[in-house]
């Protein structure tokens, strides 16, 4: 980027430069007077032209060096404006997976945790099949209720797009 800048920098002051030297070369040295007739001054300019032919050449010369100086810098300055596009899809790029790396490490932690509530469900499950009988003993009602619909999230991928699900525990 530093290089396209510095040479955009370069081909407009080589513009300038180029027209600063036709400015000093069209100045004419034609002196017309407030007297003089129209034809007069057309006969002036039409004589100074035909002495000087190579200086008409020559800022013919200088006009086509700016007009392609001209088109290199647009060439430069649209190949600076699409690498800053890409730059920038580049920054979004990596922003996007450093969010993306924060939501995996929270999408982990979540898988951690939901194994272990998993694990005290079942534990939790295991001691109201040992207590049932004896609660509905003395209180003729159950001692918990619900556990075939107890589920717990899980985060999976599938490269792209993440899901959760939640699985029966």
Known sequence: MQQIVS???ALRQEIQALQQER??????????RENDSPSAIAEAYR???R???HLAVEIKGIDDAIAALELQLEQKQAQL???EI???QLTLQQQLEE????AQVHAQRINLLAGELATEIRLLKSCANELSPLYWQVYYKPFIT???TISVPHIRSDGDVWTIVNRIV
């Open 7 to 9: 040479e955009i920098a």
């Open 23 to 32: 400015a000093a070369l069209s100045i004419n040295n034609i002196v017309s």
């Open 47 to 49: 004589r100074f032209a």
């Open 51 to 53: 002495e000087n032919a």
């Open 81 to 83: 404006a699409h690498w």
């Open 86 to 88: 890409n730059s920038k």
């Open 99 to 102: 969010v993306r790396s924060v």
């Open 146 to 148: 619900g556990f075939k």
